[in-house]
């Protein structure tokens, strides 16, 4: 739980990532795209963000685009996987995740 009287910079990892991303829920976006968001963060502290995250997604029928070179990350808040190639960068398969939320 955040403490509005506590400063930035004295967030853990988890926190400010929280933070990362309600700053970007402010606006209310359509989409919201993700770059790594859970990489620095210890296993329990990115089970739980995950959790927050994909409710706030469904509640808020809002897109999101996560960039992850985490595969269990990617199936956990995915409805698909897109598996990218190296240089020159091509799509080389859409998998579609099959499963019901939450997972």
């Known amino acids: 739980r955040l403490d509005p009287s506590q400063r930035v910079t004295t967030l853990s990892g988890g926190q400010a990532q ?7 829920l402010i606006i209310d976006p359509r989409l ?6 859970f990489a620095a963060l210890d296993y329990e502290r990115t ?16 897109t999101v685009l996560c960039i992850s070179h985490d595969l269990d990350e990617a199936l956990a808040l995915g409805h698909q996987v897109v598996f990218l190639s190296r240089p020159p960068t ?13 997972r």
Not at 32 to 37: A, K, N, R, T, Y
């Open 47 to 62: 089970i739980q963000l995950r959790e927050t995250l994909t409710t706030i997604a469904d509640r808020l029928s809002l």
């Open 32 to 37: 919201l795209i993700l770059d790594e968001p």
């Open 18 to 24: 929280l933070v990362s991303v309600l700053r970007a």
């Open 90 to 102: 091509r799509v080389v398969e859409v998998l579609p995740v099959g499963l019901p939320f939450p």
